[in-house]
C-alpha cells in the first residue's frame, strides 16, 4: 500500500514540477492537442459507423425476432466502442510521445537536473534518429502487447457477472500499467534500460506503477484531460524512474515545492 501511494506521490509531484516551469509545460501540450484532434476523429467514427460494422459482421442473427436483435447487437456495438476507448487510452500516450520525442525528451532532462544533487542529467549519446527509431519500435511492441490484452479483456467481457464487474478493474490495471512503461521509457531509455529490463524492473513495483499509472489512465478517459496532463506524467514518469533505479534525488521543501539538497 505504501508503493500504491507513492506512485500517486510521483504524479501529483510532476503536474506541480510543470507548474512551476511554464515554459515547459506549454511546449509539452503541442503533441498532445495534435494527437487529441487525431483521435477524437477516430472515435468520433467508431460511433457513427460502429452500428453498422457490428451488423456487417454477425449476419446469422439477421433473422433473429426483436428484441434479441436489437439488444445483441446494441450490446456488441457499446462493448466495441468501449474497446476502441481502451485502445485510444493505451495508445494515446505512446503516439504523442513519438509525436512530441523532442519536447519531452527535453522536459525530462530538465526534471533530472532539477531534482539530481550534482545538477546533472543521465544522456545517452545516441544521435536523435536512433533514439527516435528505439521509442518507435518499442512503442510498436508495447502496442502489440497491449493489444493482445484488448483483444482478452474484450472476449472475458461476455462471461456473465465477471464481465461487467473483475474485467473493467483489470482492464484499469492493465492501462496503468503500460502507460506507466511509455511514460517512464522517456528518461530510462536516455539511460540505457532496454525494453526486456524496463519491463521486468516496472513488474518488481507492481503496486507504485498501479499507484501511477491507473489513475491517470482513469483520468485521460475525460475529454482533453489527457492533453494537459502529458507534461506533467512525463515529469512524474521520470522522478518514478529514478526511484526504480534507486537514484538519489534531492527534496522537496514542503513550503515552495522547490527541491533542496541536504
Given amino acids: 500500500m505504501r508503493d500504491l501511494g507513492a506512485g500517486f506521490g510521483y504524479l501529483l509531484k510532476g503536474q506541480r514540477w510543470v507548474g512551476r516551469h511554464g515554459r515547459q509545460f506549454g511546449f509539452g501540450l503541442l503533441p498532445g492537442l495534435i494527437t487529441l484532434v487525431l483521435y477524437a476523429a477516430a472515435l468520433v467514427t467508431l460511433a457513427i459507423w460502429g452500428e453498422d460494422f457490428v451488423g456487417w459482421a454477425t449476419p446469422f442473427a439477421d433473422d433473429w425476432s426483436s428484441p434479441w436483435l436489437g439488444l445483441f447487437r446494441g450490446f456488441l456495438?457499446?462493448?466495441?466502442?468501449?474497446?476502441?476507448?481502451?485502445?485510444?487510452?493505451?495508445?494515446?500516450?505512446?503516439?504523442?510521445?513519438?509525436?512530441?520525442?523532442?519536447?519531452?525528451?527535453?522536459?525530462?532532462?530538465?526534471?533530472?537536473?532539477?531534482?539530481?544533487?550534482?545538477?546533472?542529467?543521465?544522456?545517452s549519446g545516441l544521435p536523435f534518429w536512433r533514439e527516435l527509431w528505439i521509442s518507435a519500435r518499442d512503442s510498436l511492441?508495447?502496442?502489440?502487447?497491449?493489444?493482445?490484452?484488448?483483444?482478452?479483456?474484450f472476449a472475458l467481457g461476455f462471461l456473465p457477472l465477471v464481465g461487467q464487474t473483475v474485467v473493467p478493474v483489470i482492464g484499469f490495471l492493465v492501462t496503468g500499467f503500460f502507460l506507466t512503461e511509455e511514460l517512464a521509457a522517456v528518461a530510462l531509455q536516455r539511460r540505457g534500460v532496454d525494453l526486456r529490463a524496463r519491463l521486468a524492473l516496472l513488474r518488481s513495483r507492481k503496486t507504485l506503477v498501479w499507484g501511477f499509472g491507473t489513475p491517470l489512465g482513469l483520468a485521460f478517459l475525460v475529454p482533453f484531460v489527457a492533453v494537459f496532463l502529458m507534461p506533467g506524467a512525463v515529469a512524474g514518469a521520470t522522478l518514478l524512474a529514478r526511484d526504480l533505479l534507486g537514484e538519489e534525488s534531492a527534496e522537496e521543501d514542503e513550503r515552495t515545492g522547490e527541491p533542496v539538497t541536504s
Fill in 141 to 153: 511492441r508495447i502496442l502489440v502487447r497491449a493489444g493482445l490484452w484488448g483483444v482478452l479483456l
Fill in 77 to 123: 456495438t457499446a462493448v466495441l466502442f468501449a474497446l476502441g476507448l481502451l485502445l485510444a487510452v493505451l495508445t494515446f500516450t505512446a503516439v504523442t510521445l513519438l509525436i512530441g520525442q523532442p519536447f519531452y525528451e527535453n522536459l525530462s532532462e530538465k526534471v533530472d537536473a532539477d531534482v539530481s544533487p550534482d545538477g546533472t542529467a543521465p544522456e
